[in-house]
T-cell receptor
Framework: DAKTTQPPSMDCAEGRAANLPCNHS???????VYWYRQIHSQGPQYIIH???NNETNEMASLIITEDRKSSTLILPHATLRDTAVYYC??????????FGRGTSLIVHP | EPEVTQTPSHQVTQMGQEVILRCVPISNHLYFYWYRQILGQKVEFLVS????????KSEIFDDQFSVERPDGSNFTLKIRSTKLEDSAMYFCASISFSYNSPLHFGNGTRLTVT
């Protein structure tokens, strides 16, 4: 079973920031937090990952709380093409990423 | 940017037939995976493969399934005798050797068993 909890759905206005939360209260010290998204039925697409520091790349920012029990994925200026299911995954060690239901993000005009 | 490629994009087969789904992982990657997603359901892990052998497999990956890396580039999933319930999207993924490397997925093969 997935080790994370995400809201089933969210919506966001185009051009605004989308903040997607994830709880991972049982995360271990060597486990990373990964975010992927899946647009329609395409293959999941890697977005970003981190261990304990905040991370930023060209797609998004990842904010991890100090206790590492939760994180937030931030899409700074959401577009219609960001409409997708977003998965937060905790993994390390044997590295068999397990997907939950994710958050279905709808970006509306 | 290098990507994982899967063929065919759509495969239709009759129940009981054998199918082979093909994947070309990213060239310098060392770990390979198959996942599947039944319509409307979660992405489920099937099997991981490293150093020419299965590393881990799920309960779904029974004797009807097998994987192979026949040469230096291809990674295949074979279903010996397909069932209706095997209809799903099948995704191949790979990662490099780094401990925390993310998965890179292909765009999948839609398998329809009739």
């Amino acid at each position: 079973d997935a080790k994370t909890t995400q809201p089933p759905s969210m919506d966001c206005a185009e051009g605004r920031a989308a903040n997607l939360p994830c709880n991972h209260s049982t995360i271990s010290g060597n486990e990373y937090v990964y975010w992927y998204r899946q647009i329609h039925s395409q293959g999941p697409q890697y977005i970003i990952h981190g261990l304990k520091n905040n991370e930023t790349n060209e797609m998004a920012s990842l904010i991890i709380t100090e206790d590492r029990k939760s994180s937030t994925l931030i899409l700074p200026h959401a577009t219609l093409r960001d409409t997708a299911v977003y998965y937060c995954i905790v993994s390390g060690g044997s590295y068999i990423p397990t997907f939950g239901r994710g958050t279905s993000l709808i970006v509306h005009p | 940017e290098p990507e994982v490629t899967q063929t065919p994009s759509h495969q239709v087969t009759q129940m009981g037939q054998e199918v082979i789904l093909r994947c070309v992982p990213i060239s310098n990657h060392l770990y390979f995976y198959w996942y599947r997603q039944i319509l409307g359901q979660k992405v489920e892990f099937l099997v991981s493969f490293y150093n020419n052998e299965i590393s881990e497999k799920s309960e779904i990956f029974d004797d009807q399934f097998s994987v192979e890396r026949p040469d230096g580039s291809n990674f295949t999933l074979k279903i010996r005798s397909t069932k209706l319930e095997d209809s799903a999207m099948y995704f191949c993924a790979s990662i490099s050797f780094s401990y925390n490397s993310p998965l890179h997925f292909g765009n999948g093969t839609r398998l329809t068993v009739t």
